[in-house]
């Protein structure tokens, strides 16, 4: 079987309102395309997209008139659903054997009511907003197939799904894809968003795709009360699949049942089997879009049905394998599809050698070891004054180590980011005792009024904010984790709260190791941010005569540092300026300053571990050099860049002479590129980039 050729007519049967047709087509004859083909190795003579998307019946269906389906709508039916996910999982198995990951089993699950929605809009354009609006942006296969069927993107293009620079990222987002209707954002923020889209078009009605994991988000309780207070029309199909990241819902949330929840709101609902789609399910949507007014439908299913080894397991969120992929292809007729799985699997890597760098590790899972190293040292008693309460990320977090070695002050909780930093300071409310927390670094911008609130009630919280920054970020711009900075939202006289943004390991360790305890002089809120990426470990000047020997000497961060809260640390020092930097952008400054010393350019790197403490005396020694460079992941109008020019302002040295050095900062300014390394090149913080920034502002080219 062939894959189709170039889709000239474009099915607008999905456009709306907020459609970008300035966004180019994806087609095969691009310079993208060949771009991106050539970084896939080993498949030559295998066929890129072995399915025929023409094969798709664009039927109409009017669920105003049709009370139940026909034999030929049931066939066509049944003929798009099966197609549509054996496509969804080869091309989200291509993101898993290319390294990018990606999501394969909730766009898999949500197949059958896409379908019969998408039969629905073609019948009756004028009774819809044509758009499968998601709040589970991971499920943006969904999306990107719907873009392939309507001719924007050509099919060949899905195999790219998540690749750097491809264009079809980890969320969609408006404006970057062609036919994209919309951006996600992240999971369980779409509905208050719907609503307005519903009091924009009255006449219409709004379909919003979710889950039961999307559904934990708070604010989905302000929506559904909007919603029914208005009687908007708008149309929830929810996938009730029992699978988050980290387990069951109905294990670790009893009590959280989507149609008690719903209807506890006044909302309408209506639950089916989610894969008798041409019974329970037809008849549960065509409710729906009867009713006037708000209604959900609850889809009962197994996560990813039909895929042996996956099904009904936490395996089915994530991009599944080849292992499991490929023989589903096969048996399902389609051996093309499966050997090119079984032959593309080069994983992306970053190309660069970087130097003064060791073994790559992450800090994220050092921190969460560290922290189940530190409590099993302590005493029962002591321990008891701690709860640890995670956001079903501890898998990624690495807190499940936590709940693994010390369950008993473990609360494995769901998507619930506000109400649970809230609890977590709740508990640290007493001066003896001390709350645990951990999320993704994006998220932090959900909780900013609960962060005032536990530094106002003199809370004490220890908080890990892993993928923090932009590194390995393949979900895109939605989950970079760039607004640190607003963790220390607070007066100068508030309770205490400090920023740790360790550079590797061994630095990770040992903040952790310093900062965790909670003591008189360690006390209020505390945040350590790491990467999703894997950092190197730094290594000192090799240049000095006593490490040529034992490589743990060797190392910046091992045997013999202590760190210290609120002091900034030399990694090299220089006599023509500084470059600050934390995070994972010390080692690409670290490599940059090496290269730039054989070139006799003799800048020092600083690494601020502590974001938001001013180190006076290291403040006057780079006030009086040269030149300072700020270097850094996070955003450019509220990261370190932001404010670091003002503290140089304060400086005594400024004061005093009138004087100051050149200033500048690279930092994240513009939207994603999709992809993981490929990140930090996109928004120039590389090693190159860094090199020529200096370059430019010492006046050498």
Not at 413 to 437: C, I, L, T, Y
Not at 591 to 604: M, P, Q, Y
Not at 615 to 640: N, W, Y
């Amino acid at each position: 079987m062939m894959a189709d050729t170039e889709n000239k007519t474009i099915d607008e049967t999905h456009k709306s309102f907020s459609h970008d047709s300035s966004v180019p087509l994806m087609t095969t004859s691009s310079s993208l395309y060949t771009e991106l083909s050539a970084d896939i190795k080993n498949t030559e003579g295998l066929n890129p997209f072995p399915f025929s998307l023409s094969s798709y019946q664009k039927i109409k269906i009017n669920p105003f008139e049709t009370a139940s389906l026909s034999t030929a709508q049931k066939d066509a039916i049944d003929s798009n659903i099966n197609l549509c996910r054996d496509v969804i999982t080869f091309f989200t198995s291509c993101g898993n054997a290319s390294g990018y990951g990606g999501h394969t089993g909730g766009a898999f699950d949500t197949v059958p009511e896409v379908v019969l929605f998408d039969a629905f809009f073609r019948a009756c354009p004028d009774k819809f907003i044509p758009v499968f609006y998601d709040e589970a942006g991971h499920r943006v296969a969904t999306q990107y197939l719907m873009a392939a069927l309507d001719g924007y993107i050509s099919p060949e293009f899905l195999r790219f799904y998540r690749k750097g620079n491809g264009k079809l990222p980890g969320h969609p987002e408006l404006g970057l894809t062609p036919g994209i209707q919309f951006s996600s954002g992240r999971l369980g923020h779409m509905w208050g968003t719907i609503n307005g889209i519903a009091l924009a078009n009255p006449d219409k009605s709004i379909l919003l795709l979710g889950s039961d994991g999307s559904q934990m988000e708070g604010n989905n309780a302000e929506a559904a009360r909007l919603a029914v207070a208005q009687n908007l029309n708008v149309k929830l199909v929810l996938d009730d699949n029992d699978v988050t990241i980290t387990g069951h819902p109905t294990t670790y949330l009893p009590g959280f049942v989507l149609e008690k929840t719903l209807s506890g709101h006044g909302m309408t609902v209506k639950v089916a089997n989610g894969e008798d789609w041409m019974g329970e399910l037809y008849d549960a949507v065509r409710a729906a879009v009867l009713h006037d007014g708000p209604f959900a439908v609850i889809a009962k299913r197994s996560m990813a049905p039909g895929i042996t080894g996956v099904e009904g397991t936490s395996q089915g969120h994530d991009a599944i394998d080849a292992a499991h992929s490929a023989p589903y292809l096969q048996n399902r007729g389609h051996p093309e599809a499966a050997a090119y799985l079984k032959v593309a699997k080069a994983k992306t890597a970053d190309p660069h050698q970087y130097q003064a760098c060791g073994e790559m590790n992450a800090m994220r899972k050092v921190v969460g070891q560290t922290v189940t190293d530190v409590l099993s040292g302590m005493t029962t008693s002591d321990k008891n004054n701690i709860m640890v309460i995670d956001s079903d990320l501890g898998g990624s977090t690495a807190f499940n180590k936590i709940q693994s070695a010390h369950p008993s002050i473990y609360v494995q909780s769901g998507v619930m980011e506000r109400g649970n930093f809230a609890a977590a300071a709740g508990f640290g409310m007493d001066p003896k005792k001390q709350g645990v927390f951990s999320t993704f670094a994006a998220f932090l911008e959900m909780l900013c009024s609960e962060i005032t609130m536990a530094r106002l009630n003199r809370s004490n919280v220890y908080c890990h904010f892993s993928h923090s920054g932009v590194d390995d970020m393949s979900d895109n711009t939605c989950h970079f984790g760039l607004n640190l900075f607003f963790a220390d939202n607070g007066l100068e006289d508030g309770y205490d709260t400090k920023l740790y943004f360790p550079a590797d390991c061994n630095q990770a360790k040992k903040i952790v190791e310093a900062t965790f305890p909670l003591t008189e002089t360690n006390k209020g809120l505390r945040f350590i941010f790491t990467t999703r990426s894997k950092t190197p470990t730094l290594l000192k000047d090799m240049e000095l005569p006593m490490l040529l020997s034992d490589s743990k000497v060797k190392e910046l961060y091992g045997d013999g540092y202590t760190f210290v809260p609120g002091k900034d640390e030399i990694v090299r020092d220089g006599t023509m300026g500084y470059i600050v930097s934390f995070g994972d952008a010390v080692y690409r400054a670290l490599d940059a300053v090496v290269s730039l010393k054989a070139e006799g350019i003799n800048i020092g790197l600083i690494n601020k571990p502590t974001l938001n403490v001013v180190d006076k005396e290291m403040m006057e020694r780079i006030a009086s050099s040269p030149l300072c460079l700020i270097v850094e992941s996070l955003g450019k109008k509220t990261g370190l860049g932001s404010k670091f020019g003002s503290w140089l302002l304060m400086t005594e040295t400024a004061q005093n002479t009138g004087k100051l050095c050149k200033f500048d900062s690279i930092a994240t300014h513009h939207e994603g590129c999709g992809g993981l390394w490929e990140q930090a090149y996109g928004q120039g913080y590389d090693s190159l980039s860094i090199q020529s920034k200096i370059k430019s502002m010492v006046g050498k080219k």
